[in-house]
Protein backbone atom coordinates (compact mmCIF):
# COMPACT_ATOMS: atom_id res chain seq x y z
CA UNK A 1 0.00 0.00 0.00
CA UNK A 2 0.91 3.69 -0.84
CA UNK A 3 2.83 5.69 2.11
CA UNK A 4 1.90 9.35 1.44
CA UNK A 5 3.89 12.08 3.16
CA UNK A 6 3.33 15.17 5.05
CA UNK A 7 5.46 17.87 7.50
CA UNK A 8 4.82 16.57 11.02
CA UNK A 9 4.32 20.36 12.16
CA UNK A 10 4.42 23.66 11.08
CA UNK A 11 4.13 27.22 12.78
CA UNK A 12 2.97 30.30 11.11
CA UNK A 13 2.71 33.58 12.25
CA UNK A 14 -0.72 35.52 11.95
CA UNK A 15 -1.25 37.38 8.96
CA UNK A 16 1.38 34.67 7.71
CA UNK A 17 1.65 32.46 4.75
CA UNK A 18 1.72 28.44 5.34
CA UNK A 19 2.65 25.79 3.13
CA UNK A 20 1.57 21.93 3.60
CA UNK A 21 2.59 19.66 1.43
CA UNK A 22 1.38 15.76 0.54
CA UNK A 23 4.10 13.41 -0.96
CA UNK A 24 3.27 9.81 -2.20
CA UNK A 25 6.06 6.62 -2.28
CA UNK A 26 4.26 5.33 -5.45
CA UNK A 27 6.25 8.83 -7.31
CA UNK A 28 4.85 12.12 -8.26
CA UNK A 29 0.92 13.28 -7.09
CA UNK A 30 -0.66 14.22 -10.18
CA UNK A 31 -4.34 15.48 -10.84
CA UNK A 32 -5.71 11.65 -11.16
CA UNK A 33 -4.90 11.22 -7.47
CA UNK A 34 -7.98 13.50 -6.84
CA UNK A 35 -6.13 15.10 -3.75
CA UNK A 36 -8.71 16.09 -0.63
CA UNK A 37 -7.39 18.06 1.95
CA UNK A 38 -9.40 18.38 5.71
CA UNK A 39 -8.86 20.60 8.48
CA UNK A 40 -9.57 18.64 11.99
CA UNK A 41 -9.92 20.69 15.40
CA UNK A 42 -9.75 19.37 19.02
CA UNK A 43 -12.89 16.97 19.68
CA UNK A 44 -14.28 17.78 16.36
CA UNK A 45 -15.24 15.53 12.92
CA UNK A 46 -12.66 16.55 10.22
CA UNK A 47 -14.09 19.12 7.52
CA UNK A 48 -13.13 19.32 3.84
CA UNK A 49 -11.25 22.28 2.72
CA UNK A 50 -10.11 21.26 -0.76
CA UNK A 51 -11.18 18.56 -3.35
CA UNK A 52 -10.38 17.47 -6.39
CA UNK A 53 -6.52 18.74 -6.08
CA UNK A 54 -7.53 22.24 -5.91
CA UNK A 55 -11.59 22.93 -5.42
CA UNK A 56 -12.94 24.41 -3.08
CA UNK A 57 -15.54 23.62 -0.38
CA UNK A 58 -18.38 25.98 -0.34
CA UNK A 59 -16.76 26.99 3.01
CA UNK A 60 -13.70 27.13 2.54
CA UNK A 61 -12.48 30.23 3.22
CA UNK A 62 -10.50 32.03 0.53
CA UNK A 63 -7.45 32.17 2.22
CA UNK A 64 -6.90 28.48 1.52
CA UNK A 65 -6.12 27.03 -1.75
CA UNK A 66 -4.73 23.96 -3.11
CA UNK A 67 -2.37 22.89 -6.25
CA UNK A 68 0.20 20.70 -7.55
CA UNK A 69 3.89 21.38 -7.16
CA UNK A 70 7.24 19.57 -7.90
CA UNK A 71 4.97 16.25 -7.54
CA UNK A 72 3.44 17.11 -4.52
CA UNK A 73 0.09 18.09 -3.44
CA UNK A 74 0.15 21.27 -1.71
CA UNK A 75 -2.27 23.68 0.51
CA UNK A 76 -1.21 27.27 1.13
CA UNK A 77 -2.49 28.87 3.87
CA UNK A 78 -2.09 32.97 3.40
CA UNK A 79 -3.28 35.19 5.95
CA UNK A 80 -3.55 32.56 8.85
CA UNK A 81 -5.99 33.55 11.36
CA UNK A 82 -5.75 32.04 14.84
CA UNK A 83 -8.68 29.89 14.48
CA UNK A 84 -6.31 28.17 11.79
CA UNK A 85 -4.79 26.39 14.02
CA UNK A 86 -5.87 22.82 13.54
CA UNK A 87 -4.63 19.37 12.17
CA UNK A 88 -4.23 19.00 8.06
CA UNK A 89 -4.78 15.72 6.30
CA UNK A 90 -4.73 15.45 3.05
CA UNK A 91 -5.68 12.21 1.03
CA UNK A 92 -5.48 10.39 -2.07
CA UNK A 93 -6.82 7.85 -4.48
CA UNK A 94 -5.00 5.50 -6.42
CA UNK A 95 -6.51 3.14 -8.88
CA UNK A 96 -9.48 5.82 -8.75
CA UNK A 97 -11.28 4.11 -5.38
CA UNK A 98 -8.39 2.94 -3.05
CA UNK A 99 -7.80 5.83 -1.01
CA UNK A 100 -5.07 6.87 1.59
CA UNK A 101 -4.57 9.30 4.23
CA UNK A 102 -1.25 11.01 5.09
CA UNK A 103 -0.27 11.44 8.45
CA UNK A 104 -1.61 14.86 9.00
CA UNK A 105 0.40 18.51 9.70
CA UNK A 106 -0.30 20.39 13.03
CA UNK A 107 -0.12 23.70 12.46
CA UNK A 108 0.08 26.61 14.93
CA UNK A 109 -0.57 29.96 14.82
CA UNK A 110 1.88 31.80 16.67
CA UNK B 1 -27.60 20.29 2.74
CA UNK B 2 -25.67 17.01 3.58
CA UNK B 3 -26.34 15.01 6.55
CA UNK B 4 -24.49 11.91 7.90
CA UNK B 5 -25.22 10.43 10.80
CA UNK B 6 -23.72 7.53 12.58
CA UNK B 7 -24.88 5.12 15.04
CA UNK B 8 -24.04 1.52 16.73
CA UNK B 9 -20.78 2.30 18.64
CA UNK B 10 -20.86 1.09 22.07
CA UNK B 11 -18.08 -0.89 24.02
CA UNK B 12 -17.72 -4.43 23.00
CA UNK B 13 -15.61 -7.27 24.26
CA UNK B 14 -12.33 -8.47 22.07
CA UNK B 15 -13.29 -11.04 19.51
CA UNK B 16 -16.88 -9.75 19.61
CA UNK B 17 -19.03 -7.98 16.64
CA UNK B 18 -20.45 -4.47 15.66
CA UNK B 19 -22.79 -3.37 12.97
CA UNK B 20 -22.27 0.37 12.64
CA UNK B 21 -24.71 2.45 10.51
CA UNK B 22 -24.52 5.97 8.43
CA UNK B 23 -28.34 7.58 7.22
CA UNK B 24 -27.75 10.12 4.63
CA UNK B 25 -30.10 12.86 3.91
CA UNK B 26 -29.34 15.97 1.61
CA UNK B 27 -28.40 14.09 -1.34
CA UNK B 28 -28.93 11.10 -4.13
CA UNK B 29 -27.51 8.96 -2.46
CA UNK B 30 -27.04 6.30 -5.14
CA UNK B 31 -24.75 8.59 -6.46
CA UNK B 32 -22.22 9.16 -3.74
CA UNK B 33 -19.51 6.75 -2.65
CA UNK B 34 -19.51 6.06 0.75
CA UNK B 35 -16.13 5.68 2.67
CA UNK B 36 -15.45 4.72 6.53
CA UNK B 37 -13.00 6.27 8.22
CA UNK B 38 -11.81 5.39 11.66
CA UNK B 39 -9.66 7.60 14.25
CA UNK B 40 -8.01 5.90 17.44
CA UNK B 41 -7.32 8.10 20.37
CA UNK B 42 -5.05 10.86 19.86
CA UNK B 43 -3.80 9.79 16.05
CA UNK B 44 -4.57 10.44 13.01
CA UNK B 45 -7.13 9.37 9.84
CA UNK B 46 -7.10 5.98 9.10
CA UNK B 47 -9.02 5.23 5.89
CA UNK B 48 -10.94 1.98 6.63
CA UNK B 49 -13.36 0.93 3.58
CA UNK B 50 -14.92 2.12 0.66
CA UNK B 51 -17.98 1.27 -1.30
CA UNK B 52 -19.17 2.48 -4.76
CA UNK B 53 -22.45 4.14 -5.51
CA UNK B 54 -23.97 1.25 -6.88
CA UNK B 55 -22.41 -1.56 -4.43
CA UNK B 56 -19.96 -3.40 -7.07
CA UNK B 57 -17.57 -2.14 -6.10
CA UNK B 58 -16.01 -2.59 -2.25
CA UNK B 59 -12.43 -1.71 -1.47
CA UNK B 60 -10.60 -2.32 1.98
CA UNK B 61 -7.87 -0.79 4.16
CA UNK B 62 -4.98 -3.45 5.02
CA UNK B 63 -5.77 -3.63 8.21
CA UNK B 64 -9.47 -4.35 8.68
CA UNK B 65 -9.55 -6.56 5.09
CA UNK B 66 -11.06 -9.87 5.98
CA UNK B 67 -12.30 -8.66 9.23
CA UNK B 68 -14.64 -6.09 8.24
CA UNK B 69 -17.59 -5.96 5.69
CA UNK B 70 -19.16 -2.41 4.17
CA UNK B 71 -22.17 -2.58 2.74
CA UNK B 72 -25.33 0.03 1.63
CA UNK B 73 -28.65 0.08 1.39
CA UNK B 74 -29.80 2.65 -1.43
CA UNK B 75 -33.39 2.10 -0.94
CA UNK B 76 -32.84 3.41 3.28
CA UNK B 77 -29.97 5.79 1.81
CA UNK B 78 -27.92 4.03 4.73
CA UNK B 79 -24.35 2.42 4.67
CA UNK B 80 -22.98 -0.10 7.17
CA UNK B 81 -20.33 -1.60 8.69
CA UNK B 82 -19.79 -4.75 9.69
CA UNK B 83 -17.27 -5.50 11.90
CA UNK B 84 -16.14 -8.61 13.46
CA UNK B 85 -13.22 -10.41 15.31
CA UNK B 86 -13.04 -7.10 16.90
CA UNK B 87 -9.61 -6.12 18.46
CA UNK B 88 -8.68 -3.83 20.73
CA UNK B 89 -6.42 -1.94 18.42
CA UNK B 90 -10.28 -0.98 16.36
CA UNK B 91 -10.82 1.31 19.34
CA UNK B 92 -11.75 4.87 17.59
CA UNK B 93 -14.30 7.24 16.57
CA UNK B 94 -15.73 5.67 13.17
CA UNK B 95 -16.65 8.31 10.37
CA UNK B 96 -18.92 8.19 7.58
CA UNK B 97 -17.80 10.50 4.36
CA UNK B 98 -19.89 10.84 1.42
CA UNK B 99 -17.77 11.30 -1.67
CA UNK B 100 -19.42 12.67 -4.89
CA UNK B 101 -18.58 11.92 -8.61
CA UNK B 102 -16.84 15.70 -8.45
CA UNK B 103 -14.76 14.08 -5.48
CA UNK B 104 -16.41 16.64 -2.82
CA UNK B 105 -16.65 15.12 0.56
CA UNK B 106 -19.19 15.78 3.61
CA UNK B 107 -18.08 14.26 6.66
CA UNK B 108 -20.65 12.32 9.97
CA UNK B 109 -19.91 13.46 13.48
CA UNK B 110 -18.50 10.05 14.55
CA UNK B 111 -19.25 7.14 16.57
CA UNK B 112 -16.85 6.11 19.07
CA UNK B 113 -16.48 1.77 19.09
CA UNK B 114 -14.50 1.09 21.97
CA UNK B 115 -12.93 -2.93 22.33
CA UNK B 116 -11.65 -3.89 25.64
CA UNK B 117 -12.39 -6.47 28.10
Redesign the interface.
Known amino acids: ?AVVTQEPSLTVTPGGTVTLTCGSSTGAVTRSH?T?W?Q?KPGQ????LI??TN?K?SRTPARFSGSLLGGKAVLTLSRAQPEDEA?Y?C?L?FDG????????TRVTVL | EVHLVESGGKLVQPGGSLRLSCAASGITFSTY?M?W?RQAPGK????VA?I?GSGG?L?Y??SVRGRFTISRDNSQNTVFLQMNTLRPEDTAVY?CAARAK?????????TLVTVSS
Open positions: QYSFQAPSTFNNDDYFSIRQVFGPG | ATVGLEWVSSYGDYNHSVDWGQG
